[in-house]
């Protein structure tokens, strides 16, 4: 029989977890579940091209390792201060028989996004499918006056340009049959005050998912988002002052560990989801969206 959901996975039950932005896996107690020792793949992404931001870590280390199971090769990004959790990603992919190439690149900037692209094309030939995950985010408690022009606009641009950029020099090596995975979230639909210019991003990529999928629904390529609940990632500790009651709002009463989250990557990417786009596929731990 399966595990009950509400006790599947530990949670986080104390505070004093905090790191420095972006945070990294290796301290984090419990340790995030990435399906390292779960997730058994079929065969259902064989030899794809796949492109994943975030990569090194959290939701995104679980797509890669998941998708190379599936049988795909993976480029994926990750900043320079994280290379040592890239490091753990490559070694999953290529465990996993599949090619990893790691790229350091940070997607606020159009021309890192560019050669991204460029290298890509160079390694695989064409994307099949390209996952925009890398986020950023900044709680802050006291309100909108603690926001600085500076954090609103490295929100905006890493979870709004990048994605911008990314699908716009992707699309004309995406062939039909191909598919953009954006990551949007449960703040789009019910935002947390102190994560105002973070919620304001992930409702723009609701929107821009839809859009876009009806853009190029004649050209065979699907556009879809994944609306993840509260997870257990780096980004936590490395954005919450506290992460006691963390995950504990939604109604399964603890967050999602990343390998909960990929398999919504997986189908989106597969034949399986042929006929769906502009879907959003909610993983909220039982938090209803529209």
Known sequence: MSEHPVHKHPEPDFPGQEQSHPGWTGPMDPPPDHGEDSYEGSGQLAERATVVTGGDSGIGRAVCLAFAREGADVLFTYLPEEEQDARETSRLVEEAGRKAVAVACDIRD????????GRAVDEFGRIDVLVNNAAYQMSQPDGIQAVTTDQFDRVLRTNLYGMFWLCKKALPHIPAGGSVINTT???????????????????????????????????????????????????????LPDTTEFGKQAPLGRPAQPAEIAPAYVFLASERASFVTAEILNATGGTPLP
């Open 110 to 117: 159009e021309e890192q996004c560019d050669r991204l692209i």
């Open 185 to 239: 979230s449960v703040q789009a639909y019910k935002s947390s005050p102190h994560l105002l210019d973070y919620a304001t991003t992930k409702g723009a990529i609701v929107t821009f998912t839809q859009g876009l999928a009806q853009m190029v629904a004649a050209d065979g390529v699907r556009v879809n988002a994944v609306a993840p609940g509260p997870v257990w990632t780096p980004l936590i500790p490395a954005t």
